[in-house]
């Protein structure tokens, strides 16, 4: 039952992040929106549990979300054959650059807590 409330908490964040975006013709897409609220909301624990159980439940059965990406891949072996190398590069390159900002944003917020703590 306490899955089913995150996943009700995820679906709402995403809903009212599309409504936002589309209400005020925001730049941004709707899920992404309804992420950051999912960020703020997550410091309520009422919030956070059942999204914890939630999560835990997708990623125990992450392997059948793979099912129709292994079809379309299987469907469309031409195009992949065709494309296939750039998209390899820019798979690489995407991740590398998220891996970068990543690190870059926690060790600026590392050092934004240090100062703090001093």
């Not at 925001?26 to 960020?39: A, E, K, N, Q, T």
């Not at 624990?45 to 891949?73: K, M």
Request: hydrophobic share 60%.
């Amino acid at each position: 039952m306490q899955g089913l409330r995150g996943l009700a908490w995820l679906l709402a964040m995403q809903s009212i992040g599309e409504l936002l975006a589309r209400g005020f013709a925001l730049p941004f897409p709707g899920p992404v929106i309804g992420m950051i609220l999912l960020l703020l909301a997550l410091r309520v624990p009422a919030v956070r549990e059942p999204v914890a159980d939630c999560a835990n439940f997708l990623l125990s059965h992450l392997s059948l979300l793979f099912v129709p990406v292994g079809v379309g891949v299987m469907t469309h072996l031409g195009l992949v054959g065709q494309y296939g190398g750039r998209m390899l590069i820019v798979i690489v390159l995407s991740t590398w650059i998220g891996l970068a900002v990543t690190a870059l944003a926690l060790h600026l917020l590392g050092r934004r807590n240090n100062a703090k703590v001093r």
